[in-house]
């Protein structure tokens, strides 16, 4: 798909932002028959918090020549490898504190633009926020918090569009207005932010930093979204940070976790499992549970845990962390008839680490009451089942193998998010649970 641009990133004021979106699309509306049609904002705004910055610093220095969207799509992660080419750092992809710290050194240098090696957008494909405009047009506003002095906010419009096989003389795009300045700044012309989005249509928030609901343009911001998006596998303290997402739930917030989206597969099999009549009545059996998941971020697990257990009406009592090798980590549950449910999630090392922190590896659900038919393992397609094998005991287990999909990716669940909104009711339940057996850590 090649990707026209109407509007390359341009810098603006902040009271002339509306100003030039409108001049890019006057100039689009009657075109001649050998010239294009486009069509504007008119489905959702999208707001972006994005603390992270490789997005901007790539674009300062030439490597990037996209939106500044917040969005780790086919294109940003070409810029990434191509960046990371000229610096001999190991090609991932992948932003990290290494890459930051020297775009930040170049661009101080006052190295900007130049002829550096940037990704091709008609090899490399399109992001997610392209993939959205095809059928959505939409307003994305990016906010890029600095660190430093205090010099105000700058602003960029832009506009793109993807080219459609069937439509090429009717370009349906995005526009995106791109906000810089320390939080501080951010914070006080919160609502002019607020104000940027467009009236009467859907809004959502891409909260990509710690949601903190005492940060005054956080609170504006979620107050009138139709939707809050956070990715809890970015948590650089994991369960401070979901603990967090408790409490705001408890607020109303309509809030989504994309991380929720990729256990998916693995409640679906844990259901399946159990839907045949004559292993039905064996769930009420199980009364073990064991989880490994890639060491690094423990919110899958944690989030699973809760939502087994509110399926099962589980009640935490306690939760311990025991640490050592594999970060054991102690839950123990009681049902409404008194007995006893115990589960443990293990932090298992892993070389190849995947490209999200803290991926479910494989899990147990089995019984002490050794003639009950409720043993059942389930486990990733890269690490295999034996540790959950060996654990099986006298019982016999049904084992299942979890395939990874690949809409499981950050862009794919953030695309499907956008064309939805509102409060999950089975995320918010089962997070109730998760909430509750954090708040039980010793």
Same mark, same amino acid.
């Given at each position: ?23 890019? *699309? ?15 904002? &008119?489905?959702? &705004? ?109 602003? $960029?419009? &832009? ?46 928030? *891409? ?99 809760? *939502?087994?257990? &509110? ?96 809409? $499981? ?11 939805? *909104? ?21």
């Amino acid at each position: 798909m090649t990707i026209v641009s109407l509007q390359a990133p341009k810098d603006v004021s902040i009271d002339e932002i509306e100003a030039e979106l409108r001049a890019i *699309w006057q100039g689009y509306q009657n075109r001649d028959e050998d010239g294009p049609l486009a069509t504007r904002a &008119s489905t959702f &705004s999208f707001i972006v918090y994005e603390p992270d910055g490789t997005q901007q610093l790539m674009a300062a220095l030439g490597y990037y020549t996209g939106p500044i969207d917040g969005i780790a799509g086919p294109r940003t992660i070409a810029a990434i490898k191509a960046a990371q080419k000229k610096y001999q750092l190991e090609v991932t992809g992948k932003s990290d504190d290494k890459l930051r710290s020297l775009l930040e050194a170049e661009l101080k240098q006052g190295k900007e633009g130049g002829d550096k090696e940037q990704y091709g957008t008609d090899i490399e494909g399109v992001g997610i926020a392209d993939a959205i405009a095809a059928s959505n047009p939409c307003r994305i506003i990016t906010l890029c918090p600095t660190l430093g002095e205090d010099k105000g906010v700058t602003a $960029q419009v &832009s506009a793109y569009c993807p080219i459609q096989k069937r439509s090429k003389n009717t370009l349906i795009c995005c526009e995106y207005i791109t906000l810089r300045g320390t939080a501080a700044a951010l914070e006080r012309i919160g609502g002019i932010i607020s104000e940027l989005t467009i009236n009467e249509l859907p809004k959502f928030v *891409w909260w990509k930093g710690t949601p903190d609901p005492n940060y005054s343009l956080f609170k504006r911001l979620v107050k009138d979204s139709n939707s809050v998006i956070v990715d809890s596998s970015s948590f650089k303290e994991p369960e401070g940070e979901l603990q967090n997402l408790g409490e705001l739930l408890k607020t109303g917030i309509p809030l989504v976790d994309l991380n929720w989206g990729r256990i998916g597969a693995w409640q679906e099999l844990a259901a399946e499992a159990f839907d045949p009549p004559e292993r039905r009545s064996a769930i009420w059996e199980v009364d073990r549970v064991t989880i490994d998941y890639e060491k690094g971020n423990s919110t899958q697990a944690l989030m699973y845990l809760g *939502w087994l257990a &509110s399926r099962l009406q589980w009640r935490p009592l306690s939760y311990e962390q025991k640490g050592g090798d594999y970060d054991i980590r102690r839950v123990k549950f009681t049902t409404e008839n008194q007995r006893g449910i115990e589960a443990e999630l293990a932090a298992i090392p892993i070389t190849d680490v995947g490209e999200i922190p803290g991926d479910l590896i494989s899990l147990r659900l089995s019984s002490t009451n050794l003639e009950a038919d409720c043993c059942t393992v389930l486990c990733s397609e890269t690490a295999g089942c034996m540790r959950m094998e060996a654990g099986g005991g006298a019982q016999a287990c049904r084992i299942q193998q979890v395939t990874p999909l690949f809409d $499981q990716k950050t862009d794919q669940l953030l695309g499907q998010q956008l064309q939805r *909104w509102g409060r999950d009711m089975l995320f918010e339940e089962s997070m109730k649970v998760t909430h509750q057996i954090l708040n039980l850590k010793e």
